[in-house]
């Protein structure tokens, strides 16, 4: 398995590192080697943690170089400069999702990774959970016929967690349709194909106080005769969480005691101000951050809610355990082993790429693509039409 490390510089120490670091700490192709935050209190844990630089610009990070690749987490409407900022270095990059949020800057990412001759990865993504890439791989022997239908959703909290400001702002890539739509429409184009031909969509805004989309439903069409119905409501009072179990999008057991815990933690947050002050307290290095504890033995799979798969001879459903199978004779579970280290399956794929020089299936075009069609939902609700798409690609690189 590993080889090298892959030395690895972090832009943003915020939730999207506090949630990949468990991976990051344990994982032994990764060395962390350096970091970037504007919250001093983050840089100044990290350094201690990792006996390791740290830097008050993304651009003097990618200077270092002790620096081969750069996981970029801050927010969204951040990643094409700072993308460009590592791979005009020379760095390969992992950027968190959504890839960005303008087709245009997916273009100029694209072509920096491309002339530095680097790699550009995305992720994390809930597409990289290993019973979405098995369900995928069962779609692929061909013994359960073509994938016709495909039908995902999701209720969650996500509207009233802790948010900065831009979370709330579509301009700025607020909303559930850019960064909770990039993981459910990923899952939904891997195992449909990946060619999105057209989407019709209606988007919700039902919060004042919250401006931006909280909910979408949408149904897409696929260049080859499948058709996807996805749903997402992040002001949900129902938890879809209790379909799976209870266990939740991390794959660890949820208490359903704890319900509405969130929406009561909130209204703590008397402005904008105390609201991002909240969110960034929970984050690495902040005064209310607690580390993961040891994974427990009885963690499972990530997951992005339900999802379910009609193909002509069989239907499917990646679940916490693996990927239930309903053919014609039996409903059975087909276990996939959980990965020892969460999230192994980004670095898989990462690794493979810098180290092996293997091309990713979640590289810039593909990424782009979903984007496109989480822009199609927004657009297709304000034209009250179906949107057609033009950046779409097929499955390509680690599973191709
Ligand atoms: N894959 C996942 O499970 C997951 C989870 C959460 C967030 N994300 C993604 O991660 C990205 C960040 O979201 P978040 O929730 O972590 O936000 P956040 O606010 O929790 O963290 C962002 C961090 O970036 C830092 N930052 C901002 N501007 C910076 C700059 N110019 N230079 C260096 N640091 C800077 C902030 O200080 C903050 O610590 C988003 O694109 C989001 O979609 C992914």
Avoid at 110 to 136: M, Y
Avoid at 371 to 380: F, G, N
Wanted: proline share 6%; with cysteine; net charge negative.
């Amino acid at each position: 398995m590993a080889g090298r490390p892959i030395r690895l510089g972090i832009a943003g120490l915020g939730r999207a590192f506090t949630l990949m670091l468990p991976t990051f700490a344990a994982d032994p192709r990764i060395a962390l080697v350096a970091a970037t935050d504007l919250r001093p209190e983050a840089r100044q844990r990290f350094a201690a943690d990792f006996d390791a630089a740290t830097y008050d610009s993304v651009e003097a990070m990618c200077d270092d170089p002790a620096v081969e690749a750069v996981y970029v987490a801050t927010p969204h409407q951040m990643h094409a400069a700072h993308v460009v900022s590592a791979t005009a270095r020379g760095k390969h990059v992992l950027v968190e999702k959504p890839i960005a949020i303008r087709i245009d800057e997916c273009r100029t990412m694209i072509d920096a990774a491309r002339s530095a001759g680097v790699q550009l990865v995305v992720g994390h993504s809930h597409s990289f959970d290993a019973p979405v890439l098995h369900a995928r791989k069962l779609i692929d022997s061909g013994v359960l016929g073509a994938v016709r239908m495909i039908h995902a959703f999701n209720y969650t909290d996500y509207m009233v967690r802790p948010r900065r400001p831009e979370e709330l702002d579509t301009a700025q890539g607020g909303g559930v349709i850019f960064s909770q739509g990039a993981h459910q429409i990923d899952i939904v184009r891997l195992l449909g194909g990946g060619r999105v031909r057209s989407v019709r969509a209606m988007t919700a805004n039902w919060d004042a106080r919250r401006p931006t989309e909280g909910a979408y439903s949408a149904l897409l069409t696929f260049a080859d005769e499948v058709v996807a119905s996805c749903t997402y409501s992040g002001y949900a009072h129902f938890d879809s969480d209790e379909f799976l179990g209870f266990i939740g999008e991390m794959g660890l057991p949820k208490d359903p005691a704890r319900y509405g815990a969130m929406r009561r933690a909130l209204r703590a947050a008397r402005n904008s101000d105390e609201e991002a002050a909240l969110k960034a307290a929970r984050n690495y290095g902040g005064s209310g951050y607690a580390p993961s504890p040891a994974a427990p033995a009885d963690r499972r799979h990530q997951h992005f809610g339900s999802v379910i798969v009609s193909c002509e001879h069989a239907d499917l459903r990646p679940v916490p355990d693996g990927v239930m199978i309903y053919d014609d004779e039996a409903a059975r579970l087909d276990k996939v082993a959980v990965p020892p280290i969460p999230r192994a399956e980004v670095i898989d794929e990462f690794y493979a790429a810098v180290v092996e020089g293997r091309p990713p299936l979640h590289d810039g075009e593909w990424s782009c693509a979903t984007l496109e069609v989480c822009l199609a939902i927004r657009d297709s609700s304000q034209a009250q039409a179906e949107i057609m798409l033009r950046h779409q690609v097929g499955l390509r690189g680690a599973l191709r």
